[in-house]
C-alpha cells in the first residue's frame, strides 16, 4: 500500500484565481452571490407562461427560482440560495403481524 502524506495547497491557476478575485470583491449586504463561479446575476425558470385573452403574459408555475445565470450557461445548476437543511426523521418501526396464539 502506497504511504500517504500531506499536499501543501496548489497554486491556483489563472481562472481560478479570477474566480476567488471575484468572490472577494466587496458586496452589499445580503446580495446573493453564486459559491461557485461568484457570479451575481439569478435566473428564475417559469415554466408554462401563455398570453391570455387580453394579449398579456401569464405567468405559469416556477419551477426554479435563485439559479446562478452564468453557472447555468456552462451546464451547471447552482441554486444562490440553499434550502434550509430538512429534519431527517427516524424510519418508523415496520409493525409485526401478531403471532398466533396456540
Ligand atoms: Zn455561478
Redesign the pocket.
Known amino acids: 500500500m502506497p504511504e500517504l502524506r500531506i499536499v501543501p495547497p496548489a497554486e491556483p491557476d489563472a481562472k481560478q484565481a479570477a474566480i476567488e478575485r471575484v468572490k472577494a470583491m466587496k458586496r452589499a449586504p445580503g446580495m446573493l452571490q453564486?459559491?461557485?463561479?461568484?457570479?451575481r446575476d439569478t435566473m428564475t425558470v417559469v415554466t408554462g407562461s401563455y398570453i391570455g385573452q387580453d394579449g398579456k403574459i401569464k405567468r405559469g408555475t416556477v419551477t426554479a427560482d435563485k439559479v446562478?445565470?452564468?453557472?447555468?450557461k456552462r451546464g451547471?445548476l447552482?441554486f444562490m440560495v440553499q434550502d434550509p437543511p430538512k429534519l431527517v426523521k427516524e424510519p418508523k418501526p415496520r409493525r409485526t403481524k401478531p403471532k398466533a396464539v396456540k
Open positions: 453564486c459559491s461557485k463561479c461568484g457570479g446562478c445565470y452564468h453557472c447555468d451547471i447552482s
